[in-house]
């Protein structure tokens, strides 16, 4: 027996030992990776080639190896927080240096706009042009927009409803002036409101009057914040040259009635008093009315235009696309997330930080977004915690002190040995 395998033994067991003290460190740290301790034995090279009896000379740590296993998702309300379920890491930037890469998705905004970590590494992805489509390329800092969204005029509006064919018929007749008014509901049998946008984005409200002048006859009228569309405020007039005939069994009008111009000249003035200055055309369509016996109802409105907007929110898909919502109640894409994986983790450069770095063991990264191919899917408002087994590094400690007091003991054992062959006489 000699001092070199108990020495051997003692320098392993204390790394690995270190091994267990870091892991125990990290069990409470997101995104943090299990490291294991891989031992080699070794053996002195012969000279006249291998023997069948060799003693060994000890032990040798070979590698530190992280195993990349998937750790528990847990919640946590933040929406800027990401957890990846599957294969992939985020991709940092510090701007100078090549990207780094974490499983750890604690990420803020700074005063910039950016999407940054603790440590001011931002996010890379893919950015999003003015309309909200997505630029994919080279990956590259994602930054959050700050302006609000611009106002879209409306161009379209859809309607679709019934009108009850039991309903008696309100028109006054041809020679009756006028026609309709709005302000007396028997000259009408039903009406409905729909908020349309000028340019600017300022809203008028649209009122749509039903008028019903004989079997199966409807007149249309409008308004524009209480403005006749068409004709004059003492003679308001439909807005089709002829009323609008329905089927037989009231499926729908003879006619085809998608899309109606309507439009409002102006000027006219919005309910908070600001003035319409810019004519406001769009198209109407009545294509799904419907004539029936039963009440009238409204099934589906709905315009194109809408209001400008400040930013409010943002939140992340678990395709990785990044989803800025406005105050209008529009939302519209500011980017999206790309991941990277590698067909070596292992092979990973640990750079502190819960950071890695490629390296040639590793192999080049290979990029995509999340939920396509071998990506992992993203999940917003929630964190990976680390994948140590808090349970089992303490077991481990205990192995690794028994294993350290034994080779600690063959070297006293070798030192009473010497000790006899020294009193020998």
Do not use: C
């Not at 349309?196 to 008028?204: A, E, M, N, R």
């Not at 990506?375 to 140590?388: D, F, K, P, R, T």
Request: net charge negative.
């Amino acid at each position: 027996m000699g001092f070199q395998q108990g020495l051997s033994g003692l320098n392993a067991t204390s790394k690995s030992l270190e091994v267990i003290g870091n892991n125990i460190a990290n069990a409470n740290t997101y995104g943090a990776k299990v490291a294991r301790a891989e031992f080699g034995d070794m053996y002195a090279s012969a000279l006249s080639g291998a023997g069948t009896s060799n003693i060994g000379i000890g032990v040798n740590l070979n590698a530190v190896a992280q195993q990349f296993t998937q750790g528990n998702i847990s919640t946590t309300g933040n929406s800027m927080d990401l957890a990846i379920n599957g294969a992939g890491f985020f991709q940092l930037s510090d701007g100078a240096g090549p990207p780094q890469y974490t499983r750890n998705g604690q990420f803020k905004v700074d005063r910039d706009g950016y999407i940054v970590n603790n440590d001011k590494l931002k996010l890379m992805g893919y950015p999003a042009d003015g309309s909200g489509a997505i630029q994919p390329g080279l990956a590259q800092p994602l930054k959050l927009p700050t302006a609000g969204i611009d106002p879209s005029a409306t161009s379209d509006v859809t309607m679709e409803f019934n009108l009850d064919s039991r309903a008696g018929v309100t028109w006054p007749g041809a020679g009756a002036t006028p026609q309709i008014d709005f302000t007396n509901p028997k000259t009408y049998n039903n009406a409905t409101s729909l908020t349309v946008y000028d340019v600017k984005g300022q809203p008028v409200a649209m009122t749509y009057y039903f008028q019903k002048t004989a079997t199966d006859q409807w007149n249309v009228y409008a308004t524009a914040n209480g403005t006749p569309v068409n004709g004059t405020a003492a003679a308001p007039e439909p807005i089709t040259s002829t009323p609008i005939d329905f089927q037989p069994d009231g499926s729908g009008p003879i006619t085809a009635v998608g899309a109606l111009p309507i439009s409002i000249a102006g000027p006219i003035t919005t309910s908070s008093g600001a003035e319409i200055v810019t004519p406001l055309d769009f198209t109407l369509s009545l294509a799904g009315a419907t004539q029936y016996g039963t009440t009238f109802g409204v099934t589906d409105l709905k315009q194109d235009g809408y209001a400008p907007g400040q930013l409010t929110s943002v939140t992340v898909e678990e395709d990785g696309i990044i989803t800025a919502r406005y105050s209008n109640g529009q939302s519209k894409p500011a980017g999206q997330l790309e991941l990277a994986t590698f067909r070596n983790p292992q092979g990973l450069q640990a750079l502190g930080g819960n950071t890695w770095a490629n390296t040639h063991a590793s192999g080049d990264p290979v990029v995509g977004v999340p939920s396509q191919g071998s990506m992992g899917v993203l999940q917003a408002g929630a964190l990976e915690e680390s994948n140590i087994d808090l349970t089992g590094e303490l077991v481990s400690m205990i192995t690794a002190q028994r294993i350290y007091q034994a080779n600690a003991q063959t070297i006293k054992t070798e030192d009473q040995v010497m000790q006899t062959l020294v009193n020998l006489r």
